[in-house]
């Protein structure tokens, strides 16, 4: 089966455990105020390539993958927009023998979502905003289908790593923070927390698309706001499922 990807990584090492072959897929139904990939929202911008050219290619690097307990990790974009490509891309590599991990917004349901989620062992479950308001001005939409989505995943059970980006002074209130530790925090199935500091290495692709970067202002979080916002979500959610919380970025109080 055909899909549109934006690019690839052969050794990832920051979207899911262990070494990692990472796909990202073209278009998105976001648009995030701090999106560093402005350039994948078109969803038919990219290049067309076959899920079988992808995981064989992968499976040149399987012992990297399998010594390390990596895998295959589809993110993008949205890569729910073609969840019948990544359901293929997934079958062929679980037939390798790879694990498999879904980067996402949680923002498209269908029965193909649905039967993708039988082939996936961990998603990568983008928190963009808790506020619906909040939320619909730094994305364009609204939150309640994210919900939805981690509800299902919280309902099979399926392993799932809660990200958020901390921007200051838009994604970093206390009141925000302690809501989304409150969502999560009941959730078995939510393993690892992390907050992902705001860059702005992307904002010159804002500018060749001559699209307007409403956040050249904003500067990255110190070290002390991140360990502030861990500890604000470390109230309900535990220091064991927040490795950034150990990095030196906050302690249990």
Not at 82 to 101: I, P
Not at 147 to 174: K, Q
Request: glycine share 12%.
């Amino acid at each position: 089966m055909q899909g549109r990807i934006h690019s690839l990584e052969t050794m990832g090492l920051v979207d899911g455990p262990g070494i990692r072959y990472v796909v990202f897929l073209q278009g998105c139904l976001f648009r995030c105020r701090f999106c560093h990939n402005p350039d994948t929202w078109d969803r038919d911008g990219g290049r067309l390539v076959d899920s079988e050219e992808l995981a064989t290619e992968a499976s040149t690097y399987l012992p990297y993958y399998q010594a390390s307990g990596g895998g295959i990790t589809v993110s993008g974009g949205e890569p729910l927009l073609q969840a019948g490509f990544v359901l293929d891309l997934f079958k062929r590599a679980k037939a390798l023998g790879l694990s498999t991990a879904l980067d996402t917004t949680g923002s498209v349901w269908n029965p193909l979502v649905e039967e993708l989620l039988g082939f996936t062992d961990l998603v990568l479950l983008d928190l963009k905003e808790m506020d619906a308001q909040k939320h619909r001005a730094l994305t364009g939409c609204h939150n309640s289908a994210v919900f939805r989505f981690a509800r299902e995943l919280e309902a099979r059970g399926i392993e799932t790593w809660a990200r958020h980006v901390l921007v200051p002074g838009v994604t970093d209130s206390t009141e925000g923070l302690l809501d989304m530790g409150r969502f999560v925090a009941p959730m078995p199935n939510v393993t690892r927390v992390e907050l992902l500091p705001f860059h702005k290495m992307g904002e010159f692709k804002w500018e060749a698309l001559a699209r307007e970067y409403t956040l050249s202002a904003a500067q990255p979080p110190s070290e002390e706001a991140m360990g502030e916002a861990y500890a604000i979500i470390g109230r309900f959610v535990g220091a064991e499922r927040m490795p950034g919380w150990n990095d030196g970025l906050g302690s249990v109080a």
